[in-house]
């Protein structure tokens, strides 16, 4: 660290997510480097009448926050206290050159095993806003995730009229059922998952469900005040929509990137997406609900119907009067969530890629496997008595035994392939159905195969949604990088009448594909390293619908990946 530069060791113990502006001055001049420690534990939760043991970062869910601004160094120790493997993943952090410290497993590091530590460690080049840590191991994102806050440098305003207050809410699913077992089971019955038993809100289900009607989380508001709300997404398997009782959102921020302001009553997030929104307390003294229910874009899949609720309650409501109750839009309101990303404009001046050296067209969507197993009623449970699957032009992926950044690093062969189709490995109407001459092939080819970047190339991918197996809406997410959503519409994509927005489009770091559409995304490959792109569909990725890209290095030490940190996990 530079000298004169000064460290603040945060102890991580519990943090309010009501948080005053006045902590964005409160960073001393010059300090640069924020270190945390995380342990992975286990805790005894009582959630909808039953307890049960969980996994937490210092005990405590949703995780602490991770506070910091722009440009500063993090420094992460995290020690695993449970018999369970464990990772973090920075969702959203760019890792310039710190590929080591991404966090997904069997990609950029084998998991940290019981009693292991490891050290996470990487700069916030040019970022600030909202983002997300959670584990990237199993499901244990269910419980493991937690807020982080980048703010500008000190003396750089908001571009948006500084609010009273901030306040954090982070979305999740729950089951009652251990989420590493459920993820076994799903997986060995060849179906579907299960819907979770309840959706929280900062770990509160709030008083709709039985048992709950005391574990509501509360934000207090004063009339007339203007208030941020830094919104994340951590559930598992389900998009969701957010709202409050009589209360418009003017959302300011989206994926840690300052938008052009617009507002809206309802706003949808998939898992992985974080927006900033300003709410004014300008109504009538009272209680008014916060609420967060599925967007659901699949056909014939389960879902919790009964949305998690908060109280948006202003100073003065008497304390029993009854929350004024938040309408939530239809379930499968396609129409909103386009209007939504329509809507996601950049505020500031951009740097998309015009000319383009590596143009890939990706198809993603689910598949049906022929059943193997000789149990079929026990592990064939999908569709025509198949198993479950997922695909990126029609490869399902497969985690390697070792990770595939110390296998490219370190030359070790026979764990990948360097053969991940730029194009789809059949053409057909994408969006209405498998290939005439096929029209009951689902079947896709498993392999851990990934696709080579050169430094510095101009990166164009056209995301396709296919509806060979139901269609759906899919939140693709790209590690290590942000990229500027250009594009997306409905259908199949056709170049020759598809609109692109090289002026304005937002950069973000996970997009929507749309249900039965496509999406287009540009990019310039200049961070070295592995890194990966999956569906943020939890059961999505399980199932294979992931690749990863090979970034090479460039020239020199500014574009070179360094060696791996000493404490690296094995695996």
Known sequence: MAKGSACLLLLLTFFSFSTSLALANQWPVGSSTRFYDFKVQTMRITKLCKSKDIVTINGILPGPVVYAQEDDRVIVKV?????????????????????????????????????????????????????????????????????????????????????????????????????????????????????????????????????????????????????????????????????????????????????????????????????????????????????????????????????????????????NSVALSAELPRFDDNLLVKSNMGAMRSLNPVDVPVEIDTNLFITVGLNVQKCNSSNPKKHCQGPNNGTLAASMNNITFVKPKISLLQAYYSKIDDHYTEDFPGVPLKKYDFVNGAPNNIPNDTQSVIGTRVFVLEYGSRVQLILQNTGTVGVENHPMHLHGYSFYVVGFGRGNYNPMTALFNLVDPPYMNTIGVPVGGWAAIRFVANNPGVWFMHCHLDIHQSWGLATAFIVKNGEGELETLPHPPADLPRC
């Open 79 to 319: 020690t695993n206290e449970t018999p369970h493997n464990a990772t973090i993943h920075w969702h959203g952090v760019r890792q310039i050159l710190t590929c080591w410290s991404d966090g997904p497993s069997y990609i950029t590091q084998c998991p940290i095993q019981a009693g292991q530590t490891f050290t996470y460690e990487f700069t916030l080049v040019k970022q600030k806003g909202t983002l997300l840590w959670h584990a990237h191991v199993s499901w244990l994102r269910a419980t493991v995730h937690g807020a982080i806050v980048i703010y500008p440098k000190t003396g750089v305003p908001y571009p948006f009229p500084y609010p009273s207050e901030e306040h954090i809410l982070i979305f999740a699913e729950y089951w009652h059922k251990d989420v590493l077992k459920l993820e076994q089971q799903v997986l060995a019955s060849g179906g579907a998952p299960p819907a979770a038993d309840a959706y929280l809100i900062n770990g509160h289900p709030g008083r709709l469900y039985n048992c709950s009607s005391n574990d509501a989380y509360k934000i207090e508001v004063v009339p007339g005040k203007t208030y941020l709300l830094r919104l994340i997404n951590a559930a598992l398997n389900v998009e969701q929509f957010f709202t409050i009782a009589e209360h418009k959102l003017t959302v300011v921020e989206a994926d840690a990137e300052y938008v052009k302001p617009f507002t809206v009553d309802h706003i949808m997030l998939a898992p992985g997406q974080t927006a900033n929104v300003l709410v004014t307390a300008n109504k009538a003294i009272g209680r008014y609900s916060m609420a967060v229910g599925t967007y659901m874009s699949a056909r014939n899949v389960s879902f919790q119907k009964v949305p998690a609720v908060a109280d948006f309650q202003y100073l003065g409501a008497k304390l």
